[in-house]
């Protein structure tokens, strides 16, 4: 098959730049499509971070700067580029210090819908001062859905994109990009206004997402129960009379890991590395946890781990039902890993004031720490009200850890609810979202627990898992090339 060419704007990808799963898939994927024999050039900001950290970052020559306008101020763009941490692959960077030297990936600044719109304006540009004429351009989550239209509209003169299909990922349906009316005049559309949906306008309103979804080729999501989920009120956010209508195009792909990364025999910020043949040195990683974060160890006391953004999307309210009965009512150990909003960090602190040397909150991120969560607990919690794909999940089957779950999204796709009878399953799963349904799950988590060969068998079964990009990126391929000419499918 001839090779595609692939332009990939994304507003994050790891290890530059990361908030949650969009940065790793925007690592992951195009890694594996390029060990494909694909040309993908991966485009997102230059923000502080990248060029304080990046290694080899360095200005790239030949397309000099790249001038976006809008209703008032022209924007300069300078372009960078950095080889991805260990691989041949270049990230390219949009250097704008007016938009994107901020504290934070994401703002509450009256410029916010400047900023995405600019990055998705420059990247379109830059193939053109490459002459580099994409087969697919892959726009992901709000942030860059404008982009199917301005091939459309503003950039369809120029015959470098007219073969060019466009396809939009949508990685969390709760971001649409929902900006003021009065930003039309910042996008330079032109007569492509009349392209975006007219009663949101007459509303005053510009949904960034929805503009992308009435225009891109065809959609994505990052697992098959999202895609149906997403279509019904209960998870369409408003979106899913839409996203019905466009049922033939919407295809739900499962997100791939990292398999090096994360990786129980290889991993460095382990104490103990282990493999299903060695599960009794996992146990090292467990004290090592306890000790990281000053709770005590005690050999056969179960750990219950979390790794999360902390809202209400993540369920952690059901923990607020849940865990102060568990806690009070069993000899157990509680981990939570994350930060997020005011509400929930107070609870998680409150539980380790409430319930000394049994729970602990570690706010904020670090690395080590959430492998060493994953590798030490003995439950890994996902009380996810909605979870488009999961990742942690995933990490923790690979991780000898099985998770307790809500079967939504991703997770219901990844997780096998264990059978005793059968010894199948990987891990423990409960439908509805209540603080009890969530009780429930550990409960039985607990008592698989007391059965050391069931327990095992549990374990060993995820970690047999296969949630290899290997698998997911030639799915993403067969999309990209229904998109286009026949031609293109031939050797």
């Not at 009965?325 to 150990?333: C, T, W, Y």
Request: charged share 20%.
């Amino acid at each position: 098959m001839t090779p595609l060419k692939v332009l990939f704007v994304t507003a994050e990808a790891a290890p530059f730049a990361k908030t949650g799963g969009l940065a790793d898939v925007s690592f992951s994927l195009p890694l594996a499509l390029a060990a494909l024999g694909h040309d993908v050039r991966v485009i997102l900001p230059l923000y502080p971070r990248i060029r304080e950290q990046a290694e080899g970052l360095a200005p790239l020559a030949g397309p000099g700067r790249i001038v976006i306008p809008s209703a008032h101020h022209a924007f300069e763009c300078g372009v960078f580029h950095a080889k991805f941490p260990g691989t041949s692959l270049d990230a390219f960077f949009i250097d704008c210090p007016a938009l994107f030297d901020r504290d934070a990936i994401y703002t509450q600044d009256t410029d916010e819908h400047l900023r995405f719109t600019v990055l998705t304006r420059a990247a379109i540009e830059l193939a053109q001062r490459w002459q580099w004429a994409p087969d697919i351009a892959h726009a992901h989550d709000w942030h860059t859905a404008l982009l199917p239209l301005y091939l459309r509209t503003t950039y369809a003169w120029d015959r470098l994109f007219e073969r060019t299909k466009s396809l939009l990922t949508i990685h969390n349906l709760g971001h649409q990009g929902v900006f003021s009316a009065h930003v039309l005049a910042d996008l330079g559309l032109a007569e492509g206004s009349k392209l975006l949906h007219q009663e949101d306008l007459k509303a005053g309103r510009i949904n960034y997402l929805k503009t992308g979804l009435l225009h891109a080729d065809k959609l994505s999501t990052v697992s098959p129960t999202y895609a149906r989920e997403i279509q019904t009120p209960a998870f369409g956010f408003g979106l899913d009379e839409l996203l019905r209508a466009r049922g033939a195009d919407l295809h739900g792909i499962l997100n791939g890991i990292d398999m090096d990364t994360w990786n129980p025999r290889t991993d460095p910020h382990l104490v103990a590395r282990y493999s299903e043949k060695s599960l009794w040195r996992k146990e090292k990683n467990k004290q090592a946890l306890l000790e990281s974060v000053g709770l005590p160890y005690a050999k056969g006391v179960p750990v219950l781990g979390i790794v999360t953004r902390l809202s209400h999307q993540k369920g952690i309210e059901l923990l607020e039902g849940a865990l102060p009965r568990v806690l009070a009512e069993r000899d157990v150990r509680f981990v939570a890993l994350g930060s997020g909003e005011p509400r929930y960090e107070g609870f998680l602190e409150g539980l380790a004031h409430a319930f000394p040397g049994k729970a602990r909150l570690w706010r904020g991120f670090n690395e080590r720490l959430a492998h060493l969560v994953e590798a030490g607990s003995d439950m890994f919690l996902m009380p996810s009200l909605y979870e488009p794909c999961g990742l942690n999940q995933m990490y923790s089957q690979r991780y000898g850890t099985p998770p307790v779950a809500r079967k939504t999204g991703g997770l219901a796709d990844t997780i096998e609810h264990f059978d005793r009878a059968t010894g199948r399953g990987t891990g423990f799963l409960f439908e509805h979202f209540t603080a009890t349904g969530l009780e429930w799950a550990i409960g039985a988590a607990l008592e698989v627990y007391a059965d050391p060969k069931a327990w095992s068998q549990v374990m060993r079964n995820g970690m047999a898992g296969e949630f290899s990009w290997e698998n997911e990126a030639p799915r993403y391929v067969e999309l990209y090339r229904s998109m286009l000419p026949a031609e293109a499918h031939q050797p």
